[in-house]
């Protein structure tokens, strides 16, 4: 049976490339995750298979990499566990190179010595883009990072690439635009938005007070996809003969402030204004402000605009996205009601 060691499965992507394999391959499954105090399995904890197992492996620890790699010799290698909030980044930037990029120099290093044969993906980011040099964005984009995380991306990606070419390894790193979905984690804006839409409509509902939603730079755009369509084209890159890296994205940008607009639609209907500019920007629902700025969530340098070109993808690996920009939003926001409505 072929062996895939999938890292940051307890994460939003790791999940579901986890059903992903499960569903669409016979192969053993190695999750690995980090030990914590409070254990968060939440998106795991409904996986039941004989099929998945779950090893240790902290990406700050060299010895943990090299252990699990030298015992299980995998087939397949997928490198899903980083630091992956950007805008934590400026406060942690050494932790953000250890996780994002050392990291990955252990693996590869470790996959040369003990199974050299093992396909390896490091997942890439459309921050390593950052500064745009022209739009849409495809494989031949220069590394214009403009923060610490993209910076870590950026050179995990330059890691990859020589050691593929030093020692004939199968090893990518694939780019991803922003995927999104109802495992979203709290603290990215999609989901700042869409649960704490929610909350306010139950809130409105009882006629109980709320705080508005409080956002940092609303003009930004980003070009948002839903995850589960992202792990397909993974498996797709991982599968080819010889190892291309390929831009997996929507092929649509959208600003935060649409993202705001569907999602507060969605949940409350009609009697939403918009009112002011920038830092002043604010919505209003009945009249009472239901979406504010606050200043503290801006960041010390932005990505203004991301636009991927999916069609190398596209026609390079028979790749296409299934949930497009609304549907996600929809799902998102119909997910978070539920769940708020639960509890
Ligand atoms: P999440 O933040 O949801 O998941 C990150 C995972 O990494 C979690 O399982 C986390 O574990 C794990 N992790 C973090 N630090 C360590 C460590 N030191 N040792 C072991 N595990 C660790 O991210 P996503 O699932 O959204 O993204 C997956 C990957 O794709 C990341 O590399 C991200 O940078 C990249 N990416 C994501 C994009 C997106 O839009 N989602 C776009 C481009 C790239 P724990 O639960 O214990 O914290
Ligand atoms: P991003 O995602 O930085 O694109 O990184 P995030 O959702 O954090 O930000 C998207 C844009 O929204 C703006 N923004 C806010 N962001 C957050 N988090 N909170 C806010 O209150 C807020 N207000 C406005 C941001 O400034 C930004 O412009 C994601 C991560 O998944 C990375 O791991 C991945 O590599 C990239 O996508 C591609």
Redesign the pocket.
């Known amino acids: 049976m072929k062996k895939v060691i999938v890292?940051?499965?307890?994460?939003?992507?790791?999940s579901y490339m986890v059903e992903y394999l499960l569903k669409n391959t016979d192969f053993q499954i190695f999750g690995?995750?980090?030990r914590?105090s409070v254990p968060?399995h939440k998106n795991i904890e409904h996986i039941k298979n004989d099929r998945f197992k779950i090893i240790e492996?902290?990406?700050?620890d060299a010895h943990s990499i090299n252990h699990c790699i030298e015992e299980i010799k995998p087939d397949f290698f997928i490198?899903?566990?980083?630091?992956?909030?950007v805008g934590f980044s400026w406060k942690m930037p050494i932790n953000h190179f250890e996780?994002?990029t050392l990291?990955v120099m252990h693996q590869l290093e470790s996959i040369r010595k003990h199974c050299p044969n093992c396909k390896y993906y490091?997942?890439?980011?459309?921050?390593e883009f950052g500064d745009v040099a022209y739009t849409p964005q495809d494989s031949n984009h220069p590394l214009r990072p403009r923060s610490p995380?993209g910076a870590s991306?950026a050179s995990a990606r330059q890691i990859v690439k020589v050691w593929r070419d030093s020692y004939n390894l199968f090893a990518i790193q694939g780019?991803?635009?922003?995927?999104?979905s109802e495992?979203?984690?709290l603290e990215?804006v999609t989901r700042k938005i869409t649960n704490k839409v929610a909350k306010i409509k139950k809130a409105i509902e009882s006629g109980d007070s709320f705080e508005p939603l409080e956002l940092g730079n609303m003009e930004s755009k980003r070009d948002w996809s839903h995850?589960e369509d992202f792990v397909h084209g993974i498996w797709l890159m991982l599968n080819q003969e010889s190892p291309k890296e390929y831009v997996l994205a929507s092929g649509e940008t959208h600003s935060v402030k649409e993202f705001v607009d569907i999602a507060f639609t969605e949940a409350l209907g009609g009697s939403l204004v918009w009112r002011g500019a920038e830092k002043d920007t604010q919505l209003l629902y009945n009249d009472t402000v239901v979406v504010r700025v606050n200043p503290k969530f801006y960041r010390p340098a932005e990505v203004d605009l991301l636009l991927g070109d999916p069609s190398e993808a596209e026609n390079g690996l028979e790749w296409k996205k299934s949930v497009d920009f609304s549907q996600l939003v929809s799902r998102m926001v119909r997910n978070d009601i539920e769940e708020t409505n639960a509890t």
């Open positions: 890292t940051g499965v307890t994460g939003q992507v790791g690995a995750i980090r914590l968060n492996m902290d990406l700050s490198n899903f566990a980083a630091n992956s909030y996780v994002n990291a490091n997942a890439g980011s459309s921050e995380y991306k780019w991803l635009f922003n995927h999104e495992r979203r984690g990215f995850a």
